[in-house]
């Protein structure tokens, strides 16, 4: 508790008749709180408005509904996403010929030659494997860019691949690959491209949205962030231009929510690139801030490109990213010695395996109150198959671990009929998702959605983590239900966890001292069904003190 010395220290906002989930154990439940320039400055019960009611105070009466420590995505794509989610949205498409016919729409209905979409499960075509023969004919010669789901892949149509001179085998820095036909003729591209490096050369030719667009498209992804209860997303994505997009957007007024981001590290980086990477950390706007690089490891199951211990049932997925993962390393520790933490996609036992190698020597992050060094731990994300000792390492290494509950709940089937389980086998398929052995093990867990991979909505993921299916779908079989995570944990996972894994001791709880990010909704989070939560209205969302989203 804590209260005003005078008139002058009255409260810029005062919540009351809330049900306060503090997250802290000194003062586990409330029912207001005061907060002043940005801070919490008091949690109690009706003395705090007493205390810090002002001329000037704005007061919220919340009508009984739980207010939490501010919810934070611990892995999105918010800015990647605007070009990752270009056109129709094909994540509910289940079928070859629910895809044919919905192109050939587009196709018609297309008024500059092109037809793009994002978020398809390679589950639609036969064996998993997309092929651009299987759709060109519905085209009627339009250029077609797909995006899978995986964000990791695209199809490109027959006739892009001419537009983009894509016609055979190339090699790059990383291992991504124009995958081929054996043709008389020689290799013959079949529209499917693996990896960031061979999807760059179908991307590049898309359509570009003029810049007014994408800062309009992206207030109002971030708009519906804050609607759906969220104050911070830590953003796995970035290069100069993307970094200079959020520039100018915040130019247009205050981001609603803050982004911490970590821009992206590719195979091929050299000297240069790293010490820009470590140049880029003193970037900075009001609500935005680089904090950290990311890189990749491996790739995805889905695709053949993830990095497993033994090959999938395709003979694929057998090793890194990095055509060279000792250069991988390199840069790492060059990161580390810099105090820049890094955020590594390792998606497959093997590469978990090797990046572990790599971080356990690097140790803990410096002290907050310490000398100058690494204040957030290495992180290690998605982590999908794992196998016991690997739980074990992750969880005494202090390495923490970021995981996507919905990736398992609505992408893997409980049968093991997905084109994820069959490539994996029953054996690895049934080490998926491992949240609750993690946490079980030590480990810092921060859950997050990977927007535009699944949506953002945290109700819905806090719910899935609990349930292991989706919450829509009261029928489905739940995945892995051994791994299912209680409702507090859920939300732990999306407020003090991501702190933590941040080095930032003053987010994630709601006391004294702590930033003033906080959101409100209809039920408590700890002890609400699933499914009642994930109905349940978002009722205020604060950032800094300052609401961003209120219902009336």
């Known amino acids: 508790m804590s209260s005003p010395s005078s008139s002058s ?14 997250l802290d154990p000194a003062l586990p439940r409330a029912s207001a709180v005061a907060v002043a320039r940005g801070v919490v400055v008091d949690v109690g019960g009706d003395e705090v408005a007493e205390r810090w009611r ?30 990752m989610s270009a056109g129709a949205d094909l994540t509910g498409v289940r079928t070859l010929a629910e895809l044919r016919g919905r192109l050939a729409r587009l196709a018609r209905e297309s008024t500059d030659g092109w037809v793009q979409g994002w978020g398809l499960v390679p589950d639609v075509f036969p064996g998993g494997v997309p092929r651009a023969d299987l759709v060109d004919d519905v085209l009627g010669g339009a250029l077609c860019l797909l995006r899978m789901a995986d964000a990791h892949s695209s199809l490109a149509s027959t006739s892009l691949l001419r537009a983009a001179g894509i016609d055979g085998p190339r090699r790059f820095a990383s291992t991504a690959e124009v995958v081929c036909d054996d043709a008389p003729g020689g290799p013959r591209p079949t529209g499917f491209l693996l990896e960031w490096d061979a999807m760059a050369l179908a991307d590049r030719h898309a359509p570009s949205a003029p810049d007014a667009e994408l800062r309009t498209r992206l207030r109002s992804l971030l708009d519906d962030m804050a609607v759906q209860g969220l104050v911070g997303a830590h953003v796995m994505d970035g290069d100069a231009a993307s970094l200079d997009l959020l520039d100018r957007l915040e130019g247009d007024g205050d981001l609603p929510l803050r982004l911490r981001v970590a821009p992206f590290c590719m195979p091929g980086v050299d000297d240069d690139g790293v010490a820009e990477l470590v140049a880029w950390q003193e970037r900075t706007g009001r609500r935005w801030r680089v904090a950290g690089v990311k890189l990749m490891i491996d790739g995805t199951v889905d695709g053949g490109t993830a990095w497993l211990d033994h090959p999938d049932a395709n003979g694929e997925s057998t090793g890194s990213y990095w055509r060279d993962p000792q250069a991988y390393a390199r840069v790492v520790r060059a990161l580390d010695a810099a105090g820049v933490p890094t955020v590594t996609h390792a998606i497959g036992d093997g590469g978990v395996r ?50 996507q509950p919905t990736h ?3 992408f893997v089937a409980a049968d093991g009929s997905d084109n994820w389980s069959v490539r994996l086998g029953p054996e690895r398929a049934g080490r998926g998702w491992r949240i609750r052995d993690l946490l ?3 480990a810092l867990v921060v859950l997050g959605s990977d927007w535009p991979v699944a949506h953002y909505d945290a109700r819905a993921i806090m719910a899935a983590a ?8 009261d029928d489905a079989p739940p995945v892995g239900p051994d791994q299912a995570i209680s409702a507090a944990t859920a939300l732990t996972g999306y407020t003090r966890a991501p702190a933590l894994a941040a080095g930032d001791a003053a987010r994630g709880v709601v006391r004294v001292g702590a930033a003033a990010d906080l959101t409100a909704v209809g039920v408590d989070p700890t002890s609400a069904p699933p499914a009642d939560l994930a109905a349940a209205p978002v009722v205020l969302t604060v950032v800094g003190g300052t609401p961003v989203h209120r219902t009336a």
């Open 466 to 473: 609990q349930l292991r299916r989706p919450v829509e779908d």
């Open 440 to 442: 079980g093990a030590g």
């Open 9 to 22: 220290s009255a409260a810029d906002l005062l919540l009351v008749d809330a049900d306060v989930v503090t």
């Open 354 to 403: 090797f990046v572990l190698d790599v971080l356990e020597p690097l140790g803990p992050p410096a002290p907050l109150d310490g000398p100058p060094g690494r204040r957030a731990a290495h992180r290690l994300e998605h982590l999908e198959t794992l196998p016991d000792d690997l739980v074990t390492r992750i969880g005494r290494s202090g390495v923490t671990a970021s995981m």
């Open 408 to 410: 398992c709940s609505h």
């Open 54 to 83: 002002g001329a000037r105070t704005e007061v919220l009466p919340l009508g009984g509904a739980a207010l939490t420590p501010g919810w934070v995505d611990g892995h999105s794509h918010p800015v990647g996403s605007l070009a």
